[in-house]
């Protein structure tokens, strides 16, 4: 057994990201530093350092005399982070698919059950489960600045993820896709397994451009 030790500052990280990702902290209102201390039973100190790792990640921004605030998604941020996507992911996939080993494919069949499980038993961890899911068909190709930069945009993408799963159907659609995409993966055809996760991230970028159109016309 091994045990996974967290600081006071990661913890403190993982739970205000939750909140992030689940949408339970507005865009529009500060972040009530002194009430999330209070909450935790903490200092700022470990507060401060969890806030700053969540602007790097990109869920939070950080205004002068005003605090942080949750980062609002926008249509530019979906086109600007899934256009990014499109051009490196399907070709890392591809390649991954021609050099996995029994224990990257059961890796990858792994992270699909539990990304599988959690649309049904915790939406909160779907975008994360998502990435991991996507990361395991990529890790193979060993390119570490390849896999960090396309982790990072995953990163971004979490809550676009949980925005694009809101209407019904799509979690079904989303995982018939995926299927898919790891049997082509599995058996080593890189062309046909690029070009389903080209077709996958594309589909998946028109639907939040529909759906960010709507709410603009609302």
Known sequence: MSLVVQTL??????LIRERIISGKIPAD????????AAEFGVSK??????????EQDGLLVSQANRGFFVRPLSADE?????????????????MASKVATDADRKTARDALAALD??????????????????????????RPVTLQ????????CERYVGKHLEPAGRDDRAHHEHLAMLNLW??????????????HISSTLADLRRQFEAEKAA
């Not at 979906?78 to 591809?94: D, F, I, T």
């Not at 080593?188 to 397994?193: I, S």
């Open 186 to 199: 599995s058996e080593g055809k890189d062309k046909e397994a690029a070009a389903m996760m080209h077709d």
């Open 45 to 54: 100190i470990p507060l401060r350092e969890a806030l700053a790792r969540l």
């Open 149 to 156: 930069i396309i982790e990072r945009l995953h990163i971004i």
């Open 78 to 94: 979906a086109e600007e982070v899934y256009a990014l996507r499109l051009k490196l992911e399907p070709e890392a996939v591809g």
């Open 9 to 14: 500052s990661e913890q403190i990280f993982s």
């Open 29 to 36: 209102v500060a972040i009530r530093q002194d009430a999330l």
């Open 117 to 142: 499980a959690a649309s049904v038993h915790d939406k909160a961890e779907v975008g994360k489960l998502n990435r991991a899911f996507h990361m395991s068909l990529i890790r193979p190709i060993k």
